[in-house]
């Protein structure tokens, strides 16, 4: 490996928040030796404090991101276009003073999710009031059917995608980032029945496409080893290391076992975490939603990951690839694949 990939050990993914380890009934475990999200803390930190209160904003410092404190500024759930409707009426009452207020792409939105809270899943010590523990739209469309926009359930985390004239909250958000969180890969924008529209006069995630440029190409391939040049992860190409579907301990067992026929090697590999592997999303893609040029093979429909849903602990984060949402799956089941990420040793 060059010196240069030994420099940039990780980027464009931030920490899950997730602090402490759970086996496959919940109960919480030592994290030495379990393979779990954990146990490595991969991702960019979260700066101390997070938030910083500036009046009506709260500054995310993690992000460089600015969001309204009220987390339910519009009263009531809405439709998706009526969401976008009141954040120009935000703007046009310059609201906390600023004009530039927007609707979040699926990205942004996630990236205020705490892997290790409920009833909110947000950080601990957040500033905002008023949250409500349901679900949150993104101006990000659904590719497998643009009908639909992703949104995110303040309850438990869970991101999924809702029909556009379904009744969820907005969280305005206002600027361009710090670079830490990359583009969706969303290139076009729909209309409310899912219909492809101009950019022209719309503040969608097709339009602004807001956040960190992908590197072309992405992926470079090394053997039997694909190099994210986005996130400086390591994949396994044949993306299905059981064959099968394993229960969660498989996974994670599975991957330890991989990890020892492979210690010679420079990348040490793990089962990944739910923003590690829901990195590899492309917005504008589904069946898989990955992007167009990936050269993966075998790639299956959902994927478990590293990360113990905090909702119900024997419960772990699932990302379903043909879709790209972000779901939940019971431990003891054997109902998802794996797919081994890694990150090069020092």
């Avoid at 040049?229 to 991989?258: C, M, Y």
Wanted: negative net charge; hydrophobic residues 35%.
């Amino acid at each position: 490996m060059t010196d240069e990939l030994y420099r940039h050990a990780m980027r464009h993914i931030m920490h899950t928040g997730q602090t402490h380890c759970y086996d496959v009934t919940g109960r919480e475990i030592d994290c030495q030796g379990s393979g779990q999200d954990a146990e490595f803390l991969r991702g960019a930190p979260w700066p101390l404090p997070r938030f910083e209160v500036q009046g009506a904003v709260a500054v995310d410092h993690a992000t460089g991101l600015s969001w309204t404190i009220d987390a339910n500024i519009g009263g009531f759930p809405c439709t998706w276009l009526e969401a976008f409707a009141q954040i120009a009426e935000l703007n046009q009452h310059q609201h906390g003073g600023y004009s530039d207020w927007r609707l979040p792409n699926r990205n942004e939105l996630r990236s205020l999710v705490s892997y290790q809270a409920k009833n909110p899943a947000l950080p601990a010590g957040h500033p905002f009031v008023n949250f409500f523990l349901g679900w949150y739209w993104s101006s990000t469309s659904a590719a497998i059917n643009p009908a639909y926009a992703w949104s995110v359930h303040l309850e438990g985390a869970r991101m999924f995608y809702g029909r556009k004239d379904q009744r969820y909250l907005f969280w305005p958000v206002r600027g361009t980032g710090n670079g830490l969180i990359p583009c969706t890969g969303q290139r076009q924008c729909f209309d409310g029945d899912g219909r492809v529209i101009e950019y022209s006069g719309t503040s969608q995630d097709g339009s602004l496409r807001l956040g960190s440029s992908w590197p072309v190409p992405r992926f470079s391939v090394m053997d039997d080893v694909v190099h994210d040049r986005l996130t400086n992860l390591f994949w396994f190409k044949h993306a299905d290391l059981t064959g099968a579907p394993v229960d969660w301990q498989q996974a994670l067992e599975s991957i330890a076992q991989w990890r020892q026929k492979r210690e010679k090697e420079n990348i040490c590999w793990r089962l990944p975490t739910i923003n590690e592997l829901a990195s590899l999303v492309d917005c504008a893609a589904c069946l898989p939603a990955l992007p167009a040029e990936h050269p993966f093979t075998g790639v299956q429909p959902s994927y478990w990951t590293a990360t113990t849903s905090f909702f119900e602990t024997d419960w772990a984060w699932v990302l379903y690839l043909d879709k790209g949402a972000c779901g939940v799956g019971h431990k003891p089941g054997k109902t998802f694949h794996v797919w081994p990420v890694g990150w090069l040793r020092r």
